[in-house]
């Protein structure tokens, strides 16, 4: 159960239009990004939402892992992504290949700013505290 979940907030995104707006094209980018990080994909759902009165309409890119997921949506009318990878570190620690995906995304959409969080999930609670956890950690800072 313990796992590495990173977060990121992309603002100013100088990528090709077609990253923020082709679900195919973005789903295949993720396919190879995970790929790459040596991580596996066992499903997938890539979703291009229709345009409303404030833009084009963006997307919804979801790959599921053995390790566990990437999701990532777009808002091409604030040149905005977010990006959510997790991975579970049972029989292995995949933290590095965590990194690696996110490290290709952020290079694929070219952000002029990045808001970043690591969080490390399913940590065993401490002794004594009755299984209820500890105080909150505060996020692991990543450099953008």
């Given at each position: 159960?313990?796992?590495?979940?990173?977060t990121?907030?992309?603002?100013?995104?100088r990528?090709a239009?077609?990253?923020?707006?082709?679900?195919?094209?973005?789903g295949?980018?993720?396919?190879?990004?995970?790929?790459?990080?040596g991580?596996?994909?066992?499903?997938?759902l890539?979703?291009?939402?229709?345009?409303?009165?404030?833009?084009?309409?963006?997307?919804?890119?979801?790959?599921?892992?053995a390790?566990?997921?990437?999701c990532?949506?777009?808002?091409?009318?604030?040149?905005?992504?977010?990006?959510?990878?997790?991975?579970?570190?049972?029989?292995?620690?995949?933290?590095?290949?965590?990194h690696?995906?996110?490290?290709?995304?952020?290079?694929?959409?070219?952000?002029?700013?990045?808001?970043r969080?690591a969080?490390?999930?399913?940590?065993?609670?401490?002794?004594?505290?009755?299984?209820?956890?500890?105080?909150a950690?505060?996020?692991?800072?990543?450099?953008?």
């Amino acid at each position: 159960m313990q796992g590495l979940h990173l977060t990121a907030d992309l603002h100013g995104c100088r990528c090709a239009p077609r990253w923020l707006l082709d679900a195919d094209a973005l789903g295949q980018a993720c396919l190879d990004a995970v790929r790459a990080a040596g991580l596996q994909a066992v499903g997938r759902l890539f979703h291009a939402f229709p345009a409303t009165r404030h833009g084009p309409g963006g997307v919804t890119a979801t790959v599921l892992l053995a390790e566990s997921h990437l999701c990532l949506h777009t808002w091409p009318e604030r040149q905005a992504v977010t990006l959510d990878v997790y991975v579970c570190n049972f029989g292995g620690d995949h933290s590095a290949r965590a990194h690696a995906l996110m490290d290709a995304l952020l290079a694929l959409f070219d952000p002029a700013g990045v808001q970043r969080h690591a969080l490390r999930r399913g940590e065993p609670a401490p002794p004594g505290d009755g299984g209820h956890g500890g105080p909150a950690l505060p996020d692991e800072p990543v450099p953008a």
